[in-house]
């Protein structure tokens, strides 16, 4: 569940920034990077159509609970807080953090 709700947060966080009047330059890189990190299916889509920003948000979610539930197996089903938990809490968004700003690049640079 912590997984959805940070995906949600960065998801939100991005396209509020985006829709702000003036966000320009590393705003704008800083805006896709926390969308596109929050929204992964959405982002590949925007970058691979070439189009204007999709939002295929019910996909992003589902991909979201997937990797919460790997995230779950994985960390050994410890409680939240231990060790091997925040470990891969951090890993899985220090991930989505970098593929949405690489994602956000290849938009910059389109």
């Known amino acids: 569940m912590t997984l959805v709700v940070a995906g949600a947060l960065l998801w939100s966080t991005g396209i509020t920034l985006e829709g702000r009047d003036g966000c320009l330059g590393m705003c704008e890189w800083g805006a896709f ?14 970058v691979l159509g070439g189009s204007d920003l999709v939002l295929a948000w019910p996909v992003d979610m589902l ?12 960390s050994g089903e410890r409680p939240p807080l231990s060790r091997q938990w925040n470990l891969a809490t951090v890993i899985v968004l220090g991930t989505a953090l970098v593929y949405g700003g690489l994602l956000a690049a290849a938009v910059e640079r389109a």
Do not use: Y
Request: proline share 4%; net charge positive.
């Open 33 to 46: 990077t926390l969308l596109f990190a929050g929204a992964p299916v959405s982002g590949i889509i925007t």
């Open 63 to 74: 991909l979201w609970i997937l990797v919460g539930v790997l995230h779950t197996r994985l």
